[in-house]
């Protein structure tokens, strides 16, 4: 049993940063992605940033300059550093990681953390 549990969420004015961490526990195999989606209200659930183990990172356009991807593969652990934040920023944030399981056929497995609120606002 996989679980990701995300802290650091809270509520900062525009301009501001902030850092969420994932710490991830259980059984999880070796190759894997992990990364950070954020769903504001009434919108859709969408990917902010994501990284490999190698440490290939991939962002939304959105944060690109802003924000910071990294992970401690020994601690099993992701963060998320946020800088210049803006109100559009407001959403959940969701701690991701998908893990390649090997088999016939091979599969990725979806882990997701239960989220963490972040509020920018004056």
């Known amino acids: 049993q996989v679980q990701l549990v995300e802290s650091g969420g809270g509520l900062v004015q525009p301009g501001g940063s902030l850092r969420l961490s994932c710490a991830a526990s259980?059984?999880?195999?070796?190759?894997?992605?992990m990364g950070w989606y954020r769903q504001a209200p009434g919108k859709q659930r969408e990917l902010v940033a994501r990284i490999t183990g190698p440490g290939n990172t991939n962002y939304a356009d959105s944060v690109k300059g802003r924000f910071t991807i990294s992970r401690d593969n020994a601690k099993n652990a992701v963060y998320l550093e946020m800088n210049s934040l803006k109100p559009e920023d407001t959403a959940v944030y969701y701690c991701n990681t998908k893990a390649f399981v090997a088999g016939t056929p091979s599969t990725w497995a979806d882990y997701w953390g239960q989220g963490t609120q972040v509020t920018v606002s004056s």
């Open positions: 259980g059984s999880i195999p070796s190759i894997n992605i």
